[in-house]
């Protein structure tokens, strides 16, 4: 019997681009597909476009909960879900045809129990950024994966762009902290990577972000973005292997320089108190720097050191230095 495949689409005001999202994911080329939409509670007419997709396809359950954030809604849809294979698509972005087919064909060929690719950022625009596109493919086992995971140059560390044997979820639910609202897929994934033996990437990019400029990730800086990117790598450096840790280290500390940096460049929020405790936290763990970049190295001294010299320095940075891809 082929292996059946549960896509969990988690819903929170997003109606205009819903069925956008389903018509995707009912077009897969893979024909043995089940859809569980979880409604987190959403105040617009997400639920009712949500209930006439599952009159009118049997293999689409609309899911009703009350809000709880998408985490929440995630694990919801998991309580429902029946497939050997878990993917997870969000309410205001599409797929290709051919992904899940293609995801499914590579973690059979390479016997893996994640299997992963890129994406590409759609803006309002029009204009499309790749991420990357280059057709490469890797292999790779648990210590591989993570520190590709944490590093991120590499491997995209959200949800969607991949393809997960269920049995990786077993015991997850306890583990995820609701309350957590950004970087709430990279602490899902490192323990899912953790579990998993052996995964494959394979750099093409069918999976279709579309940017909003409400997304919880683009939203106004807030305690959220601010601390929750902290939490996520205090909670891996609790849990990971010795052999991995300065890869958690090395992560923990470059999270700390561009966060502080998002303040820095940040004109309306309050940020004194949130300024100073990362560079507590910096001066603390400053050993850690040592095997961050040159550049990011740099950053650092001047924010332990220096901080009036960060800020004049880093606004030109972003300018001229850093990549524009997420703007």
């Not at 999202?21 to 897969?28: E, F, G, M, N, T």
């Amino acid at each position: 019997m082929p292996d059946l495949i549960s896509v969990i689409v988690p819903v929170y005001r997003v109606a205009a681009d819903l069925p956008r999202c389903l018509d995707s994911i009912l077009a897969q080329t893979y024909p043995h597909i089940e859809i569980i939409a979880v409604d987190d509670g959403s105040p617009d007419e997400s639920g009712a476009i949500l209930d006439c997709y599952a009159a009118n396809h049997p293999n689409i359950r609309a899911v009703h909960k009350e809000n709880g954030g998408v985490t929440s809604a995630r694990l919801r849809g998991l309580q429902e879900a029946s497939g050997d294979w878990i993917g997870f698509v969000d309410g205001d972005d599409e797929i290709e045809p051919d992904m899940y087919a293609r995801l499914l064909e590579n973690a059979e060929k390479y016997s893996a129990a994640i299997s992963h690719c890129g994406y590409q950022m759609v803006f309002a625009d029009g204009r499309v950024n790749y991420f990357h596109n280059t057709g490469r493919i890797v292999v790779q086992d648990r210590g591989r994966g993570i520190r590709d995971l944490l590093d991120g140059t590499l491997v995209e560390p959200g949800l969607c762009n991949k393809l997960y044997r269920k049995k990786l979820f077993d015991g997850l639910e306890g583990r995820m902290d609701p309350s957590i609202r950004i970087n709430e897929d990279l602490l899902m994934n490192y323990y899912l990577f953790s579990g998993a033996g052996w995964s494959v990437w394979e750099d093409f990019c069918p999976y279709h972000y579309i940017v909003r400029s409400t997304s919880a990730s683009r939203s106004k800086l807030n305690e959220h973005r601010i601390y929750d990117p902290l939490r996520v790598k205090e909670q891996i450096l609790k849990h990971i292997p010795q052999e991995l840790e300065k890869d958690a280290q090395r992560a923990y500390v470059n999270t700390c320089v561009y966060t502080y940096g998002s303040l820095v460049l940040e004109k309306e929020y309050p940020t004194a108190s949130a300024k100073k405790y990362i560079r507590q936290k910096l001066r603390t763990n400053c050993r850690w720097c040592a095997d961050l970049p040159k550049r990011t190295k740099l950053l650092a001294g001047l924010i332990m050191n220096v901080p009036g010299v960060f800020a004049i320095i880093y606004p030109l940075y972003v300018r001229f230095v850093q990549k524009s891809q997420y703007h």
